[in-house]
């Protein structure tokens, strides 16, 4: 809307307003007034609004005041209104002179002079009782950009930063900047202000001193010593600009101040319980552990409540500081607020992709359960696609690389040109970060090269030609048929990238490289620079290796090219024949040429545009950028050793007293104090009744956690030492996920008591009956003893002390052996039946279906406690999507074992179905127990603790890639349905040569059962032998042909989504059907 405009809308108000105040008014009241307004000039307005702020009534000047800083907020120019604003800075209404204080602030700086005739009334202002005028006098002053005012700045300054209201106290913060950039020689005396504002304890002031702080003297790390817990505490209640601003400064202070955490992964969470462990446990430990400062998880706790936060920026800022300071098992707890901004507009979306995009180079476990968020979308714009494709392809491993792959086939198909053409180059990443699917991705790109899309063909070319140079032998047929497809390409990129590959490879191809030269020669003159460089480089290559053939077209290309209108070239052509053709000049070098010209040269790398980009911290502009701006900070490495945490200590710590007793009164206190930690923090910080009360507060909790042990020692003797130390590391570490294990012990006793009594006896729960079958069969005797021990014991436990166990287990070992039998494997199996079990699994119980046994635990490392596991290849009864596992667990030792059972898991969202706990295992005994293993179609191993009452070892089961399948019964007409859908990227195939012993129709059986647990499926040719499953996990169908061709050659086929499996299966089978 134009200013004329505005001023019809309100031109009748005004007259009326001239009117009532007895002035004569130049605006027409007639209907000519809205003509007159339409072309009457900007000055006429400005009058009006002039005779409004000259005249005597407050109401007029009010309401002048009102649109004209409704004009500066749409950006309408008022600065010639300056003389009649300033005279109303005097006024006693207060509304009006905190609007001429509003547009002082924004036009003091334009007109400096006549701002300096209102410095007296200012300065009157900053005495007024009123808080508002107060702070913006002092705005407006320091807004007049003119050196002379220096010490008046100055002195208003320092009387504002001890002033009551803390909204003043705010604007001198604000000031100090201002001043700064006025007078960089006020350095000092600036800092003595900041150093006196870091002390105020009010959240409306800290995010502005910091900010000051950090354009002032962001080296003096020493002013924020004694404010560090303060500003930590302070944290949650500032405001959101101030937030980010604290949060970037105390990620500098802590990369100063602590030691580095990423020295062990273990770290923090088992750690701190043993820094607070009573000092007999402390003395065991031989080699002194990694302890996290009490400050350093003090920054860490305050600031993960802020990821919740609405404001993106501060979001974010936690984000980059957990990511520089957090130990590496607790960086992911900022995934999921990462991926929730990807919700928001564009723009935050574009920096939020930057930063994951870096993070996921580094640690892709971070972000791989949330991949599905990094899909792309129809309306995301390129430069959304483009990153989220980065991010895809950072977190492309063997697991999950089959359904990245077909996310990818997508979008090649996409109609924007340049996000089809990065797909390609991620599609070659893929290929060489993960070796198993290069093939597959090696013959998906070359279907590309029939694709209609010019740039797509060219991008293929391109990429195909960097994957053929890490293993060229392999793949001539791939350089034929790029050749034979060079007359239809005409992206000079890809028909340089074509001739390159015919020269560099040429005695792969001797028959079509000197037919492409030809073809080049006759169109040389017309090919673009980079075309006719690459011919040039042909025909020196085909010289030195095929003369006969060549040596006239490699005389003739080259004549042309020594009069090519390109410099570049002449030159090339010049120095190549030189090189080359043997002359009196060119004796010495031309012994080298072949060396040369046909060196092996190295493969190229693939890597992620933004690995260069980790050297700035995430979140800046620099990063955003990739390059260093202005104002940037560098991070600093982490000292060697951690500096002294006393400077941190507050001087005044008579409330350290009063505190310790508290903690130690009793046990309803400590238990308070556990559940209430960070309210009280927050309760102590938000109160504003005495600044030493506060900082000693922060102190008392986070460094004086020994003389808090001591008296909590002295006052709770009644209580138990493991009772004590999981409520104080606890209360330290409000945050710790894992719990102390003789906690866990204890409630896992208490869930025995409870549940297991349901449990074992009731028929309700169906897998305890299927689990006990299960391990009958391999040993029911030993198996069923034991579970009859855990049956008899529980009943009684709730009644009996911890003195009386013993005769619990000692009364369940006498019980005779037979009876026990036969009671449980009667109610086992009347419970099971067969019905439920799929026809398909049926075809796989069959004479060769192996049993191997792989190590667990050996009896040394277990401390007597041996394991040993196998795939029993039966469908899991607890969840379809598990591997069922028999575990054979044996006491090699001289004493009952007590309490086996599995612990932690790693990762800890890893699926598994524990066993139930085994109470007893007696000396030489042995008990085979089931679990359930969620592999994720993955060959990763499966990480976890076997434990006992006294001790933790951890283990890793890892299954071959065939016991990830489960057998499918399919006819082989739907066989061949399913195998030509599954064409393409999702077929893997190998020629292999057969032992003479697996030829016939039952050794091909037997070997490839083997290996995979898959279905015979029935052939109506001999030479045709055919295996269906599916992928246990996904249920993906994976389909295995074996075609025999002259004996002993045969062409094994496997057609799956799952392209790594194939490639993994492909291999296990082809040393399978090899080997005699």
Same mark, same amino acid.
């Given at each position: ?674 559940? @209430?930690?960070? /309210?009280? !923090?927050?309760?102590?910080?938000? &109160? *504003?009744?005495? #600044? +030493? =009360?506060?900082?000693?507060? %922060? $102190? ?10 001591? @008296?909590?020692? /002295?006052? !709770?003797?009644?209580?138990?030492? &493991? *009772?004590?130390? #999981? +409520? =104080?590391?606890?209360?330290? %570490? $409000? ?10 012990? @204890? ?10 009594? *349901?449990?074992? #006896? +009731? ?314």
């Amino acid at each position: 809307m134009s200013s004329t405009a505005l001023y019809n809308d309100q031109g009748g108000a005004a007259a009326e307003t001239a009117v009532e105040a007895g002035q004569e008014s130049s605006l027409s009241t007639s209907s000519t007034g809205a003509a007159f307004g339409l072309f009457s000039a900007d000055f006429k307005k400005n009058e009006d609004l002039k005779e409004m702020l000259e005249s005597n009534k407050e109401s007029l000047k009010l309401e002048a005041m009102k649109r004209i800083v409704g004009l500066i907020a749409k950006g309408k120019n008022a600065s010639e209104l300056f003389p009649a604003v300033v005279k109303n800075v005097a006024s006693k209404n207060i509304e009006l002179k905190k609007l001429v204080y509003v547009y002082l602030v924004r036009y003091a700086e334009e007109q400096q002079d006549l701002a300096l005739l209102s410095i007296s009334t200012f300065q009157r202002a900053l005495k007024d009782p009123n808080q508002f005028i107060r702070a913006s006098a002092l705005r407006v002053l320091s807004s007049i950009r003119v050196p002379i005012i220096v010490p008046i700045m100055m002195l208003a300054i320092k009387e504002a930063s001890t002033d009551l209201s803390p909204y003043v106290r705010k604007t001198s913060a604000h000031a100090i900047q201002k001043l700064y950039s006025l007078d960089p020689d006020q350095k000092e005396q600036l800092i003595e202000v900041i150093e006196k504002l870091l002390k105020d304890k009010s959240t409306l002031v800290a995010g502005s001193v910091v900010m000051a702080f950090e354009e002032v003297c962001p080296d003096r790390i020493d002013l924020i010593h004694k404010n560090y817990r303060k500003l930590c505490n302070l944290l949650v209640d500032v405001e959101e600009w101030g937030q980010v601003v604290i949060i970037s400064m105390l990620t500098r202070y802590a990369r100063t101040q602590f030691i580095n955490p990423w020295k062990e992964d273990g770290l923090d969470e088992n750690n701190e319980t043993a820094f607070y462990d009573s000092d007999s446990e402390r003395n065991q430990t031989e080699a002194k552990p990694y302890i996290m400062d009490p400050d350093h998880r003090l920054l860490l706790r305050n600031t993960k409540p802020l990821l919740q936060s609405r404001n993106t920026a501060v979001v974010m800022s936690v984000a980059q500081l957990y990511w520089h300071l957090a130990p590496k098992h607790e960086v992911s707890v900022v995934t999921k607020s990462l991926v929730r901004l990807l919700r928001s507009h564009r723009e935050v979306q574009f920096v939020v992709l930057q930063n994951i995009a870096t993070m996921s180079i580094q640690r892709k476990g971070m972000f791989e359960p949330f991949m599905k968020s990094f899909y792309v979308r129809s309306t995301d714009p390129t430069n959304i696609k483009t990153l989220k494709l980065e991010i895809l392809t950072n977190l492309a491993n063997e697991a999950n690389i089959s359904t990245i792959l077909r996310e990818f086939q997508t979008y090649v198909k996409s109609q924007d040109k340049a996000f089809a053409a990065a797909t390609i180059q991620a599609i070659g990443r893929c290929a060489t970060n993960i070796s198993e699917v290069a093939d597959t991705c090696l013959n998906g790109l070359v279907l590309l090269l029939s694709n209609r899309d010019e740039t797509v063909v060219a991008e293929s070319v391109v990429v195909i030609k960097k994957l053929l140079q890490t293993q060229p032998s392999q793949h001539s047929e791939i350089i034929k048929h790029m050749a034979k497809l060079f007359d239809n390409i005409t992206v000079p990129m890809a028909r340089a990238s074509i001739l390159w590959l015919i020269g560099e490879y040429c005695e792969k191809v001797p028959k079509i490289a000197p037919d492409v030269l030809r073809k080049m020669a006759k169109a040389f003159t017309t090919e673009e620079d980079i075309v006719k460089l690459q011919t040039v480089n042909l025909a020196a290559k085909l010289y030195l290796t095929n003369s006969k053939q060549t040596k006239l077209l490699t005389q003739y290309i080259l004549n042309l090219g020594k009069y090519d209108q390109n410099y570049d070239i002449r030159d090339r052509t010049r120095f190549i024949r030189q090189l080359i053709v043997p002359s009196e000049k060119s004796s010495a070098l031309n012994k080298y040429a072949r060396r040369i010209l046909l060196a092996s040269k190295p493969a190229p790398v693939l890597e992620s545009a933004f690995k260069d980009r980790e050297r700035y911290q995430l979140g800046t502009l620099s990063h955003s950028l990739n390059i260093k701006a202005t104002g940037y900070q560098e991070l600093c490495d982490w000292p060697a050793v951690a500096p002294d945490a006393s400077v941190r200590n507050v001087e005044i710590i008579e409330p350290v007293n009063e505190w310790v007793p508290k903690a130690g009164k009793s046990k309803q206190l400590k238990s308070e104090k556990f559940y @209430s930690d960070e /309210e009280e !923090d927050r309760d102590e910080d938000g &109160s *504003e009744s005495s #600044s +030493s =009360e506060d900082s000693s507060s %922060s $102190s008392s909790e986070e460094s004086d956690d020994e003389s808090a042990e001591d @008296s909590s020692k /002295e006052s !709770d003797k009644s209580s138990s030492a &493991s *009772e004590k130390t #999981s +409520s =104080e590391s606890e209360a330290i %570490s $409000s945050e710790t996920d894992s719990e102390p294990k003789h906690k866990q012990k @204890s409630k896992r006793k208490e869930a025995a008591t409870e549940g297991s009594t *349901e449990e074992s #006896s +009731s028929g309700s729960e169906s897998d305890t009956g299927h689990s006990s079958d299960e391990e009958m069969k391999p040993a029911p005797i030993k198996t069923n003893n034991v579970t009859s021990k855990s049956k008899v014991q529980v009943k009684p436990k709730k009644e009996a002390s911890l003195l009386d166990l013993d005769d619990f287990s000692q009364t369940s070992i006498n019980t005779s052996k037979p009876s026990v039998v036969s009671q449980s494997l009667l109610s086992d199996l009347e419970g099971l039946s067969l019905s439920n079990v799929p026809s398909a699994v049926q075809v796989t119980t069959s004479s060769f279906s192996p049993v191997k046994t792989y190590d667990l635990l050996h009896h040394m490392s277990g401390k007597g406690l041996a394991a040993k596991y196998h795939f029993p290849r039966q469908p899991c009864l607890y969840q379809p999507c598990m591997v069922a596992v028999q575990v054979t667990l044996t006491n090699c030792s001289d004493y009952s074992l007590e309490e086996i059972h599995i612990g932690d898991r790693i990762p800890a969202s890893l699926n598994i179905h524990c066993f139930n706990t085994i109470e007893r295992l007696e000396p030489g005994a042995a008990v085979t127990v089931s679990m359930g293993i969620d592999f994720s179609d993955s060959t990763q191993a499966a990480n976890f603790q076997l434990c006992t009452k006294s001790d933790q070892f951890s283990v890793s089961i890892q299954p071959a890639v065939g016991e990830l399948l489960t057998p499918s019964t399919l006819t082989e007409e739907d066989f061949c349905l399913e195998q030509s859908k599954l064409l393409g990227m999702n077929e893997t195939s190998a020629t292999i040569t057969m032992a003479t012993a697996n030829t016939s129709c039952l050794a091909i059986n037997k070997e490839i059962l083997s290996v995979a647990n898959v279905g015979v499926v029935s052939s109506s040719q001999n030479d045709m032998h055919r295996f269906a499953g599916k992928a246990v996990s996904s249920g993906a169908l994976v389909l295995v042909s074996l075609s025999l061709q002259q004996s002993p050659t045969a062409l094994l086929t496997i057609n799956t989504e799952k392209s790594v499996m194939a490639s993994m299966l492909l291999r296990d089978l082809k040393q399978a059907l090899v080997q005699a």
